[in-house]
């Protein structure tokens, strides 16, 4: 699975317990979050463009069905983020290892079907009509 640069960020973080470098955390959240905000800004350009001058719907719906996949994803990761610093720092709590374990479930089957919709793009791009 690939790794972006917020995952190790996030390790970092963790790693400073019981003193969080928050500061430093929040600076490398926003800076990803900025570069999302410009990928997601492209991909509905390219969207518009599919759907209206190209005539191809379906393409735009399978980047829109994509756009939505990514932001479950990125949400799964922050509250996975918050999942494993509360089982980090309560490990006599045995819900907060069960949440983990649920939101990397939650997080592998959205990768998944971000997959399905690249593959179903990519062949739907590959038609010739």
């Known amino acids: 699975m690939m790794e972006f640069p917020g995952c190790r960020g996030h390790r970092a973080y963790l790693s400073s317990a019981p003193h969080y470098d928050f500061p430093r955390y929040r600076q490398l959240v926003h800076e990803i979050t900025l570069a999302f905000s410009g990928i997601s800004r492209e991909v509905l ?28 994803k990125l949400q799964l990761t922050a509250q996975l983020q918050l ?8 490990p006599e ?10 939101l990397k479930h939650k997080l592998i089957k959205t990768i998944e079907a971000i997959s399905e919709i690249l593959q179903d793009l ?8």
Not at 48 to 59: K, M, N, S, T
């Open 45 to 72: 350009l390219i969207a518009g463009r599919l759907r209206d001058q190209l005539a191809r719907p379906d393409l735009a719906q399978h980047l829109a069905r994509l756009q939505e996949r990514e932001q479950e």
């Open 83 to 90: 999942a494993r610093q509360q089982a980090q720092d309560q």
């Open 93 to 102: 709590v045995d819900a907060h290892q069960q949440e983990v374990r649920e």
């Open 122 to 129: 990519k062949y739907d791009s590959e038609e010739v009509e």
